[in-house]
């Protein structure tokens, strides 16, 4: 069963007189459970294709279709919706709130809020390994620790997709193999449908299927 | 709750903007509060000498001023005051001998003529609530020793020669003498006198004496002098007279809360309750050394000092106050009076009262606070329409400026969140739960701001309190438009009201300056939260390098 579907995807931008497509006609489908790898040199359109899968941008043409909703036609309010229940973010800069500890910052994430929300993060962050630096603000924390806090966060609402922003990017290569493992496992183990964009290669060897960009097209 | 987590770690962990925007924020709030409270108790204080009657519980003031001529309408009484013309005329002469000391106290109803006490009761009852009748002489005090007045002419001692022709003596009157004679010497020889002895000769020259004619014995003459005239030149009465003026009031002392003065202005000692007392105007006291327990001579008679007061009637005020009876009394105007303050039934028929009370006697004339107010100049009256002009100009002026300072450090503060607010875009979080978010963290900056505004502005207020500032105002008495009566009577050309500023610590204000900081702040958190709120969350992808 397809969980992404993505149809005749364009984004174009303007740029003065000049128009750059960014994402160039791609079509993918995506199954339920799949641990996917898009790779490409910078430049080349993937991240814009991440930001336009998890409503964060809205295609020039074609449509994305999360579980079966048409997201790229949702307005603003369902997207965020979507956002929060459908798909976790993890981000190259892991995009912690600096003033808020590592459980609170899971806890931003909670879409329905009630008195559980602290039980709900450590859950989470147990799953990480963290849950003894749950009190911690991110800058105790080293960037490793705060990718997990990050993850704890994406998966907080427990949303059947994970949408990778060069996790590993900020990261030392032990480091960014521990990350790689954690969602590797989240990905087996509970059958998280991981999509993860990154230039370096080494992410190939935890791919189900590798989908390389280059100028908005899939080669 | 984890909004409210969130808007405490953002206020606690950022405090290097907590504390930027909220003092920012108690600054302008304090501003506002100061500005206000100086407005406000400029105006306080000005109305205080704007609306003097208001400060002696009435709202009118009837008195008497009469156009030359209309003088037959008047009474007898008035009638002689007016053409006295407030004149001292003084016979010396009649107040002892050359060298003696006097003191002499005239008193002369200044710019208002008198009118009968009996007019209160003519006053409608149905417009006048209250009333308190008043008395304000002027008191030419004169004291020095008297003069030499009369001028010495001594006559008398002048020779006067008288020429007269004597009549010869007649057949009949010589054969008189002869008889005479011819009958002592017969009487002498009878007696055996000699004739030719001493004792003879006297006989007989008493004998002829008496038989003579009387015009030989005496002379009788008319005698006219001539007409001449004396003229002497005297010079100015050289003396040590001294002059000095002025005012005593008599006020009605059974009247607690309307009056000329009230027992609440007393500042030293007490108001009147017996015989004898006086009560004096404060500054006149300081200017003269005189204090309560002292004793003052009026009209050759001793009052105690009872009381200091000061008299807040800023348009008729007196330097000493006596009971009305006793001034009366020594002022020679028994039952008259030239003031009356009315307190009218309603604060709103103050119009319809005057209109109506003027028909009362010849010349009643009716002052409202609103004349009073035109009588007043100086530099409170400045100051005030100073601030009236710039109070709001000036808090429109803080609170924009306090607006845009809080408005750009809320933007500042957005655009460095940038990435969180773009990263809580991506999680999931609606544009509303983004401006809510911002505008609580801006309410909990403002209430912060407020609090501080409120003890900044009240620091400022005690600060400015220690400072004693006082303004003066300037007041011109109540003209009777009978001008010559200004000449003699000089201090009643007007006075001057000294106001200290007294800023008050009003709840409205602090409200006030609180909820500028409040509202400035949640404003200008709602635009910069609109402008976070349309931020893509994409930017939470963007890599910073």
């Known amino acids: ?219 | 709750m984890f909004y409210l987590k969130y808007l405490s770690s953002e206020i606690l962990r950022r405090w290097g903007k907590t504390v930027t925007v909220s003092l920012g924020l108690a600054i302008a709030s304090a501003i506002i509060v100061l500005i206000v409270s100086f407005s406000q108790a400029l105006s306080l204080a000005q109305s205080k000498v704007l609306s003097p009657l208001e400060n002696v519980g009435t709202d009118m003031m009837l008195t008497r001023s009469v156009d030359q001529e209309n003088t037959g309408e008047l009474d007898e009484a008035a009638r002689t005051e007016m053409m006295s013309e407030n004149r001292i005329t003084t016979d010396l002469s009649k107040l002892g001998k050359p060298g003696d000391d006097f003191k002499m106290d005239t008193f002369l109803p200044g710019t208002l003529l008198t009118f009968e006490s009996s007019t209160t009761d003519k006053l409608d009852k149905g417009l006048v609530a209250d009333y308190a009748q008043g008395l304000i002489m002027s008191v030419a005090h004169q004291e020095g020793k008297i003069p030499e007045v009369t001028a010495q002419f001594e006559t008398g001692g002048e020779t006067i020669n008288v020429e007269q022709d004597i009549a010869p003596m007649s057949d009949e009157e010589r054969a008189a003498v002869d008889a005479a004679r011819q009958k002592i010497q017969q009487e002498m020889k009878d007696k055996g006198i000699d004739p030719r002895s001493q004792e003879g000769r006297q006989y007989e020259r008493d004998a002829t004496n008496s038989a003579m004619p009387e015009r030989f014995s005496k002379m009788r003459a008319q005698v006219q002098t001539e007409r001449r005239t004396y003229t002497q030149n005297v010079g100015p009465i050289s003396t040590d007279i001294s002059t000095q003026n002025l005012t005593v009031a008599g006020v009605q002392t059974d009247k607690q809360d309307i009056g000329l003065i009230l027992p609440s202005q007393i500042v030293e000692g007490k108001y009147f309750d017996g015989d004898n007392q006086i009560i004096v105007n404060k500054a006149y006291a300081q200017k003269q050394s005189k204090k309560v327990g002292d004793k003052i001579t009026l009209s050759n008679k001793e009052y105690d000092i009872v009381g200091l007061v000061e008299p807040k009637l800023y348009t008729n005020t007196a330097d000493l106050y006596l009971s009305l009876g006793e001034l009366q009394k020594i002022a020679g105007r028994e039952n008259r009076i030239n003031l009356l303050l009315i307190k009218s039934t309603k604060a709103n028929s103050v119009e319809e009262a005057a209109s109506k009370l003027k028909g009362v006697f010849t010349g009643a004339k009716i002052t409202s606070s609103a004349d009073t107010a035109k009588q007043v100049s100086g530099s409170l009256v400045s100051a005030a329409n100073l601030t009236n002009r710039f109070i709001l100009l000036t808090s429109v002026i803080v609170i924009l400026s306090s607006f845009i300072i809080v408005s750009l450090l809320t933007v500042a503060s957005i655009n460095k969140r940038t990435r969180e607010i773009g990263t809580l875009k991506a999680i999931g979080w609606s544009n509303a739960e983004v401006i809510r978010q911002i505008v609580a963290e801006n309410l909990m900056l403002g209430i912060i701001g407020a609090v501080f505004g409120v003890i900044l502005g009240s620091l400022s207020i005690f600060v400015l309190n220690k400072f004693d500032i006082s303004f003066s105002a300037n007041i011109e008495n109540a003209s009777s438009g009978f001008g010559m009566m200004r000449r003699f009577v000089e201090q009643s050309a007007g006075q001057t009201a000294s106001v200290d500023l007294d800023v008050a610590y009003s709840i409205v204000v602090f409200a006030t300056g609180a909820g500028v900081a409040i509202i400035g702040a949640v404003v200008s958190g709602f635009f910069a939260a609109l402008k976070a709120s349309r931020l893509r969350p994409q930017v939470a992808l963007r890599n910073i390098e």
Request: proline share 3%; net charge positive.
């Open chain 1, 1 to 219: 069963m397809d969980i992404i579907k993505v149809e005749k995807l364009k984004k174009i931008y303007k740029q003065g007189d000049k128009t750059i497509s960014a994402v160039d006609d791609i079509s993918l489908n995506i199954r339920d459970g799949e641990f996917i790898v898009i790779i490409g040199p910078s430049g080349s359109g993937k991240s814009t294709l991440l930001q336009l899968i998890g409503g964060l941008d809205r295609p020039t043409v074609g449509s994305v279709q999360i579980d079966g909703i048409v997201s790229s036609k949702a307005n603003e309010k369902k997207l965020a919706q979507i956002r929060r229940e459908k798909i976790g973010f993890i981000f190259q800069n892991f995009n912690l709130i600096p003033t808020l500890t590592a459980r609170e910052n899971v806890e931003a994430a909670i879409s329905r809020h009630s008195a559980k929300d602290s039980i709900v993060a450590e859950a989470k962050l147990k799953i990480v390994g963290l849950e003894k630096r749950a009190n911690h603000i991110p800058s105790l924390l080293s960037g490793g620790e705060q990718q997990r806090v990050a993850i704890a966060r994406a998966l907080v609402n427990d949303p059947g997709i994970i949408l990778a922003d060069e996790p590993t990017g900020n990261l030392d290569s032990r480091t960014g193999e521990e990350i790689m493992s954690l969602l590797r496992d989240l990905n087996k183990k509970s059958g998280k449908t991981v999509i993860l964009i990154t230039h370096s290669e080494y992410a190939k060897k935890f791919a189900d299927r590798v989908i390389e960009i280059k100028d908005g097209k899939v080669i």
